[in-house]
């Protein structure tokens, strides 16, 4: 049943969108969530186990943690587990830390950590905290004074998050070594209850009804960019990622898709 929907998937999103070209990607059962950075995959399924992609297989990364949030990137992979602590992948293994309480995590920006407490609050780790971090000892994490239910970061321009009115912002600079930002710029347009920057920058957002967006015009003298594309779907979108130029999606079905521009 699975390889018939991803079939009529792919069909659909062909006829439909001249721009990406949709495939569905190595298999992952239940797929919940996926984040991409660095050339890494790595996925959570809806029982909360973290897989990496390796060639054409997912790996499963343990067995004995479950997570609501897992990231790759600069700062290494992340995870936010189902105890809202804060893990880190060290030696084969993931490593718990202690300090802030996340449920979601980010470790794409320039090697710093950011993440959404269970209480909204936006927290970031100082890049020297995040990637020193051998498996021992509190970690101390900044509070950025503001509420978010998530946020993505790019190492070269800047980050986006999405607070609890699905209000998007960006900053353009959170600083790396002390998470000092530039202040955030709130971006119209439209609402959504995820957002993600790849690391050159490319930005996509999530409706709450599931729709995938674009930002468009982003350039090195406009970050921001100036306004939103619709990246056209024939299901509904669970969550997304994108990395050189491939962009992941997970369907509300389970479905994982790679599509290409």
């Known amino acids: 049943m699975k390889a018939v929907a991803a079939f009529l998937l792919v069909l659909c999103y062909l006829a439909a969108s001249h721009a990406w070209s949709c495939n569905e990607a190595p298999r992952l059962y239940n797929a919940a969530q996926v984040d991409a950075g660095l050339g890494k995959v790595i996925a959570r399924d809806t029982s909360g186990y973290a897989y990496l992609l390796i060639g054409t297989s ?23 587990d189902t105890s809202n602590r804060a893990q880190k992948f060290i030696a084969g293994q993931f490593r718990q830390s202690s300090g802030a309480s996340v449920q979601q995590v ?12 269970t209480s909204y609050h936006a927290y ?12 021992s000892g509190s970690l ?21 998050g999405v607070d ?10 959170i600083v790396p070594s002390s998470c000092g930002t530039s202040g ?34 982003i350039t090195s003298s406009n970050p921001r960019g100036t306004s939103w594309s619709l990246v056209s779907m024939c299901m509904s979108v669970r969550h997304m990622s994108y990395d050189l130029r491939n962009l992941w999606v997970v369907t509300t079905s389970g479905l994982l898709m790679k599509c290409t521009h």
């Open 106 to 117: 980010d470790a794409g920006g320039a090697g710093q950590v950011v993440g959404v407490g």
């Open 184 to 217: 955030w710029y709130q971006i119209s347009g439209l609402s959504l209850k995820v957002i993600e920057v790849g690391t050159d920058g490319t930005v996509f957002g999530l409706t709450t009804s599931g729709k995938v967006y674009q930002r468009a015009g």
């Open 58 to 80: 997912w790996y499963r990364l343990t067995t004995s943690v479950r997570f609501k949030h897992v990231s790759v990137g600069p700062a290494g992979i992340w995870g936010a």
């Open 124 to 135: 970031c780790l100082r890049n020297t905290y995040a990637l020193a971090f051998a498996g």
């Open 140 to 160: 101390s994490w900044s509070y950025l004074g503001r509420t978010m239910r998530y946020y993505s970061c790019s190492p070269l321009k800047g980050c986006w």
């Open 164 to 173: 609890t009115s699905y209000r998007v912002y960006y900053t353009q600079t």
